[in-house]
């Protein structure tokens, strides 16, 4: 049986909640292990192939210390009544505790992903991600 959108969604707030307190490990769940694939980095970088998406996942969490804060709007999906692929958008509010430094960075992203069903288990994983920095 195939996971609902929603129960997706949940898991991918709660990614990106670990992910901002510097642990990469539950959005490496999320993501997607075969190609294609494809990430639009914060800093406009385009990383293609899972594993270097992946690879970029856990080199950017690196860069961060325990301390963060995540909060995302889920603007909107688009998944057909039985489709294997859709995706969602919204915006995510974070502050991140940069390493070597004492104070909370405060962030601001318009998000877009790309969804699939791959697996036998009918997880959903991102397979497309595009982080733009809003001003």
Do not use: C
């Not at 996971?3 to 992910?19: G, H």
């Not at 318009?110 to 001003?135: K, M, S």
């Amino acid at each position: 049986m195939t996971e609902r959108v929603s129960d997706f969604l949940d898991r991918r707030i709660l990614a990106s909640d670990a992910f901002s307190d510097a642990d990469p490990t539950p959005f490496l769940e999320i993501l997607t292990e075969n190609d294609p694939a494809t990430y639009l980095s914060p800093r406009g970088e385009l990383i293609s192939g899972a594993a270097n998406v992946r690879a970029a996942t856990i080199a950017a969490a690196e860069r961060f210390d325990k301390g963060g804060t995540n909060h995302i709007e889920v603007l909107g999906i688009a998944v057909a009544r039985g489709a294997l692929s859709g995706y969602w958008f919204g915006e995510q509010f974070t502050e991140m505790h940069v390493k070597g430094s004492d104070i909370l960075v405060p962030m601001n992203f318009f998000i877009a992903e790309e969804i699939r069903v791959e697996d036998e288990d009918g997880l959903w994983r991102t397979a497309r991600r595009y982080t733009i920095p809003r001003q």
